[in-house]
């Protein structure tokens, strides 16, 4: 049951939106789009106009340029794929289908008829519009929109499912351009029919302001360019996205775009580096834009990471709630879906967590997710209550918007640097880490203390970005599983690998109860910096641990697929989806 009683004041934003439809044909999972020369695929060579001739010649039919990967998309039959898997320097790779898997929240979001009081968790009546910016408070992001730091003159890129067109609103000012990629579209964005891309954009930059005078969302001054890759059934595919993330690179500079809001996920099927929206989501990072990408929905487990989560360059965002009671920071916990590192690779993810639990954000009550979940929407005040890694990564997408408008120069690396120098982990009352750095990483976002902060260099340390692109090398982290199936990060400075590095905190451990809330302490000094987000040349030759291979089994772009010619689902396969949609917390 969501305890929310809301009234809020709607302004100039997102929320005062007057409707729209998303566009493009919905597709059913693991249906590919329409054509008689055979099944869909991405088809890379060493540049996207010799794989468009290389595919030509064999009589394949060439869609489109995917030049962020230097490939093409491509319908093929099987004996086309069978030569294309033969010529050397080329890579196939199925057109893999992204579809919504939701386990529908039970929730209850009433309007107030005035300012009801609730219980702020000290007991104290809190007036209920209040609650609707807690998010704002928890990081910093309202003492940063007090002194006129809202996100101006940066814009964000959001890649999901549309936005609910706020037509005459002051908000659309901020809009400055939108894409529909879906199922190879080339038209600008109309609605949002799903709802999951508004509810996201609302959380990072909605405008909106309550009656006490908060801003709803994290930047409610950035601007925004909208991406649609996820028809109106949350569906999409692997092609649609990388032609998603084509488009944003290539317009960076027309639009400023400085951060790119991911909330969406695929579980891994082969190395970080060999898969196509991986390589895409890490052009977008060496081109300059700084990329927040959800952890996964699918904790508490270990090595739950979601692509492109799993990419080591990129922020990883994980999940917090704030137990119902969103002015006491104290009892705030790990949400349990949140997903946790380490990668197959060693890395340690995610980097940090933010809010992501029973998050309300803007909606549009006939939307998909407000009809099969109508106890979690608020239709007199548009709002839908909603939990996942999803809201956690717009809230860091926002609080990164604030960073880059105060200071420009901040290359990607310098924001990852300075965001997990800033952040607190949680600890118990005795100053010990609550969780490990595969559950919280660095700890909660802090804006305030990002802002502010002049750290350099600790971010991304050993990685070369340009080198993994190319594939001349590609890169562990210092994760590994002892004996007894516990994973720990290795001691960097010893003379041998495989000795866990003292500290603690830096073994896994589930010992602790989900339902506990711990205090977030600034005050805490990680054991040896930041060794456990160093990266290291990968060598398959030199195992991490005895007996065991990360990424054992992935071999997506050689026999082993994830769809076969026929686009039928392979058994052993997962379905990709935006975040998995889980009861609230």
């Known amino acids: 049951m969501h305890r929310y009683n809301l009234k809020l004041a709607i302004g100039t934003a997102i929320l005062a939106a007057l409707g729209g439809s998303a566009s493009g044909t919905p597709l059913t999972p693991g249906m590919h789009s329409t054509g008689e020369s055979g099944t869909r695929f991405i088809v890379e060579a060493a540049s996207a106009d010799v794989a468009r001739r290389t595919v030509s010649g064999i009589a394949g039919e060439v869609q489109q340029n995917l030049d962020i990967i230097h490939g093409v998309t491509a319908r093929l039959t099987a004996a086309q794929v069978t030569q294309l898997r033969q010529m050397p320097g080329v890579r196939v790779y199925e057109d893999r289908s992204l579809t919504t898997q939701s386990t529908v929240a039970s929730a209850v979001v009433t309007a107030a008829s005035n300012n009801t009081a609730l219980t702020d968790g000290t007991g104290v009546a809190t007036p209920a519009i209040l609650l609707q910016t807690d998010y704002t408070l928890e990081t910093g992001a309202s003492t940063l929109q007090a002194a006129g730091n809202k996100g101006q003159g940066v814009t964000i890129a959001i890649l999901d499912t549309g936005l609910w067109m706020p037509l005459g609103q002051t908000f659309r000012t901020r809009v400055l351009a ?22 996201i954009t609302s959380i990072a930059a909605g405008g909106a302001m309550n009656l006490a005078g908060g801003y709803f969302g994290i930047a409610p001054q950035a601007n925004l360019v909208i991406v649609q890759a996820f028809d109106g059934n949350g569906a999409g595919r692997y092609a649609d996205v990388i032609a998603g993330l084509n488009w944003i690179v290539a317009n960076k500079s027309k639009y400023n775009i400085r951060v790119l809001n991911l909330s969406f996920g695929a579980p891994p099927q082969s190395d970080y580096w060999d898969d196509p929206v991986n390589q895409a989501v890490m052009a977008a990072w060496q081109a300059g834009i700084v990329v927040v990408a959800a952890a996964g929905n699918e904790g508490p487990t270990p090595m739950t990471i979601d692509v492109p989560g799993n990419v080591p360059y990129v922020i990883t965002a994980g999940a917090l709630t704030d137990n119902y009671t969103p002015y006491v920071f104290t009892d705030d916990r790990l949400a349990s879906f949140s997903s946790a590192g380490p990668t197959y690779e060693g890395f340690v993810k995610p980097e940090v967590v933010a809010e992501g639990g029973h998050m309300v954000g803007s909606m549009q009550s006939t939307s998909y997710l407000a009809n099969i979940d109508p106890g979690s929407m608020n239709a007199t005040e548009r709002l839908f209550t909603m939990s996942g890694t999803s809201q956690a990564a717009a809230v860091t997408t926002g609080v990164v918007a604030l960073m880059l408008q105060a200071d420009p120069t ?56 340009s080198a993994d692109l190319a594939g001349t090398a590609h890169f562990g982290g210092p994760a590994n599983q002892d004996a007894n199936g516990n994973y720990y990060v290795m001691n960097l400075g010893a003379s041998t690998w495989g000795a866990p590095l003292a500290g603690d905190g830096l073994t896994w451990s589930t010992g602790f109860p989900y339902g506990a809330g711990y205090s977030w302490s600034s005050g805490y000094v990680w054991t040896n910096g930041y060794a456990w987000s160093k990266g290291y040349a990968w060598s398959k030759s030199a195992a991490w641990t005895t007996g065991y291979t990360w990424s054992k089994g992935y071999a997506w772009s050689k026999s082993v697929a994830w769809w076969d010619t026929t686009g039928a689902a392979s058994p052993t396969t997962s379905p990709a989806s935006i975040e998995t949609w889980v009861p609230n917390q």
């Open 178 to 199: 939108t894409r529909n990629v879906v199922n190879g579209g080339t038209g600008a964005v109309t609605g949002d029919a799903y709802g999951h891309g508004t509810h």
């Open 410 to 465: 901040l290359t990607p690396d310098d924001v990852k640097c300075r965001l997990m120098a800033a952040a607190s982990p949680a600890v118990t009352s005795t100053g010990t880490l609550a969780y490990s750095v595969f559950q919280q990483g660095a700890g909660l976002i802090n804006a305030v203390a990002a802002v502010n902060s002049a750290a350099t260099g600790c971010a991304n340390v050993g990685l070369d970005i």
